[in-house]
């Protein structure tokens, strides 16, 4: 490799690392204190690069909002195929939804369990930004995986399958809001009984 090409590499591989330090810091501010109280200098200090940094790397704040939520989404998703690997079935496959919602919960948040990051996210975004959106497609993905689940269950009842996952992804949600108002994920794992018990009664 010429100097150039070694040296184009090394700053290839610098923007690469201050951006996931970027992401790792606003990970957690935003999680725990909120976007709008979160400051771009606050970010930088906290990821420990220079602010031109990040806008070497995020067209603005804005930018930078939804590659979190972006980030958050892949977070959850990789708890949820963790759960399905061990998922021996549709009921299974159903309540690894719950569960990834569980292990989300649980992860060490510095500052303690606040709910759902996406919708906290969402609470503080006007309407029609690019960031709500992003929300929503999670939302409506895990309701999708649900209903996906659920068919394999209810063969040939795809309507009834459609029905019972939009009732689990608001027992879901509802669940996540008590567990974030009470700081941890006792209301997931009640929840998880309650869908548990209602798969059975199917």
């Known amino acids: 490799m010429s100097e150039r090409g070694a040296a184009s590499a090394a700053s290839t591989g610098g923007r690469g ?13 935003f999680y725990a204190d909120g976007l709008t109280a979160t400051g771009i200098d606050t970010i930088t200090a906290e990821a420990g690069v220079a602010k031109m940094s990040l806008y070497n790397n995020f067209a603005s704040k804005a930018d930078l909002v939804r590659a979190y939520l972006e980030a ?22 159903v309540l690894a939804v719950f569960d990834a919602y569980a292990d ?10 606040r709910g759902c990051g996406l919708l906290n996210a969402a609470a503080e975004l006007p309407a029609g930004d690019p960031g709500r959106a992003v929300v929503r497609a999670h939302k409506e993905e895990v ?9 394999d269950l209810l063969r040939g009842r795809p309507d009834q399958a459609r029905a019972m996952a ?36 199917l």
Request: proline share 1%.
């Open 143 to 151: 309701e999708g995986l649900l209903a996906g689940h659920l068919e």
């Open 104 to 113: 989300h919960a649980a992860l060490a948040y510095e500052h303690g369990f």
């Open 166 to 201: 939009e009732h689990l992804s608001f027992l879901l949600e509802g669940a996540v809001a008590r567990a974030g108002l009470e700081g941890d994920g006792a209301r997931l794992r009640h929840a998880r009984e309650i869908a548990s018990g209602l798969l059975e009664s």
């Open 72 to 93: 958050r989404h892949e977070e959850w998703l990789a708890l949820y195929r963790r759960r399905l690997e061990r998922a021996s079935g549709p009921r299974d496959r």
């Open 17 to 29: 690392r201050a951006r996931q330090q970027l992401l790792e810091a606003a990970a957690r501010l």
